[in-house]
């Protein structure tokens, strides 16, 4: 989807860059090795770094008619619909699987639910 605006993608990236990291303070379980193995991977952190470079802004704001910066990368159908680890690194890798969103809309996303 193309939209009309124009970012500085050097500032962007910048921005992006400093954003902390946050690591994972949930108890481990058997789906955490599962994520473990699609999201810290340079495979996926290549991704997600193309598809914010690519999307800047949140998918979802832009519907609603706003302007907000994208900070996550959300999976629209889940890695753990995958059977296996190939599965669910194919629907983590799908780039057509993912869309951008700032932080409030992937938590309204993620709402009720036991995942990142």
């Not at 954003?19 to 108890?27: I, T």
């Not at 519907?63 to 959300?74: I, P, S």
């Not at 680890?85 to 799908?94: A, N, Q, R, T």
């Amino acid at each position: 989807m193309k939209h009309n605006y124009q970012i500085n993608f050097k500032l962007y990236m910048a921005y992006i860059e400093k954003l902390p990291k946050k690591k994972c303070e949930r108890k481990p379980s058997k789906f955490r090795k599962d994520h473990v193995n699609v999201y810290n991977t340079t495979t996926w952190i290549k991704l997600r770094k193309a598809y914010l470079m690519e999307h800047p802004l949140c998918e979802e704001c832009l519907k609603q008619g706003k302007t907000t910066v994208a900070e996550q990368v959300h999976h629209i159908k889940h890695i753990l619909e995958g059977k296996d680890e190939w599965e669910m690194k194919s629907i983590g890798y799908d780039y057509n699987n993912l869309e951008a969103l700032c932080e409030k809309c992937h938590r309204e996303k993620h709402k009720g639910k036991n995942s990142v």
